[in-house]
């Protein structure tokens, strides 16, 4: 009932903020017929990558024999299985045009269900009060930017959001394009011309995407479940072409495909995460809004592992003790408590930006002594 009348008084404040902004709602609606599809027979390719990468790794990692701090097991596996069952389902059927079509869609279905901000489409109409959390965020980034031209980001793939006359941008544009000025500043500290980032659980690829687009980034390499790599996947490959986007599917092929040196975006299933620690080319770490979600152990190992030559470390993740009515009870782990290993100093710590989606958390910059 509160719920409903909070609702109700946020239509009147979020009009007024869509009024002051000139913004105006736009969807380039859904994909329902291959004659709609731009370039059709180049992202028939990607998708046929798609379907070999699910025959060769198990979406929990059934067929891998890994540590366990990195199987995809309990509370999480049965998530994924509600939450992205229509993805799991359409990739064990095969057909390869009806994958396409399902991933031409991903702003409106499964796909992007928990990598996303505010509210899906599917009850955006009439969820005011995630409207007003957007144009309140908004109305922060525009005292950071001053303007909104470099938020819109350029993909393709049909999508719904806001838009300001030409300017088009979606609902975690404003994540992806802070976090990006946060890494790239990050990154002044010091004397190379180009960097290597790792980021653990990239989601849908909007970081990535913005990372790889700027003149200081050479590669980028993000470890993540294969549900969100494969997401993650069609999506950057669309834009960048399958020579400039390497999707991983062994431990064998990440010995003899990951060559961080080369201007490229690398997509690892987190199974393989050993191996990194290996590599002396990577500079940065970035990690936001899913170590908090993991175990500690799991978040142990990921630091654990780190390759010796990353110099710094962004993330931004909860800093509020918040239990999920889980069988297991299960606890988010606070930022604070990340076992940073000791070599690296805080030298930075704020709330994170966009406040009042990342209500919970907090970002840190730590850098190697």
Request: charged share 25%; with cysteine; proline share 2%.
């Amino acid at each position: 009932m509160l719920k409903n009348v909070a609702n109700y008084i946020n239509i009147l404040r979020s009009q007024k903020r869509i009024k002051n902004f000139r913004l105006s709602f736009f969807s380039d609606g859904k994909v329902n017929s291959l004659k709609k599809v731009q370039n059709l027979e180049k992202k028939r390719d990607i998708v046929k990558k798609i379907l070999n990468f699910t025959k060769s790794c198990d979406p929990f990692y059934e067929n891998l024999n890994i540590d366990k701090s990195l199987k995809i097991g309990g509370m999480w596996k049965e998530y994924l299985l509600q939450v992205k069952k229509d993805q799991f389902s359409i990739y064990k059927k095969g057909d390869l045009d009806e994958i396409l079509i399902f991933h031409e869609n991903m702003f409106y279905n499964c796909l992007i269900r928990g990598l996303w901000n505010y509210a899906y489409f599917d009850n955006i109409k009439s969820d005011y009060t995630a409207k007003l959390l957007f144009l309140k965020d908004l109305e922060l980034y525009k005292i950071i930017f001053r303007d909104f031209i470099d938020l819109p980001s350029s993909n393709e793939i049909n999508r719904w959001g806001y838009k300001q006359g030409n300017h088009k941008f979606h609902f975690l544009d404003m994540s992806s394009n802070l976090q990006k000025n946060l890494i790239i500043n990050s990154l002044n500290n010091f004397d190379k011309q180009k960097y290597n980032i790792l980021e653990i659980g990239g989601g849908f690829g909007s970081l990535g995407e913005r990372l790889f687009e700027s003149e200081k980034i050479n590669s980028y390499t993000d470890f993540d479940i294969p549900a969100s790599l494969l997401t993650a996947y069609y999506y950057l490959a669309v834009k960048f072409g399958e020579e400039k986007v390497e999707l991983i599917d062994s431990l064998k092929n990440v010995k003899s495909k990951l060559q961080p040196e080369n201007k490229k975006i690398y997509l690892i299933p987190s199974a393989f995460y050993a191996e990194i620690k290996n590599y002396k080319n990577y500079d940065l770490l970035c990690n936001f809004a899913s170590f908090s979600e993991m175990d500690f152990t799991t978040v142990k190992y990921y630091l654990d592992n780190l390759p010796k030559s990353v110099k710094a470390i962004v993330t931004g993740n909860s800093n509020r003790e918040t239990k999920y009515d889980l069988s297991n009870k299960f606890e988010e782990v606070l930022i604070d408590d990340f076992p940073i290993p000791k070599d690296y100093v805080l030298c930075f710590s704020n709330v994170q930006t966009p406040f009042y989606s990342n209500w919970r958390n907090k970002t840190q910059i730590w850098y190697k002594k």
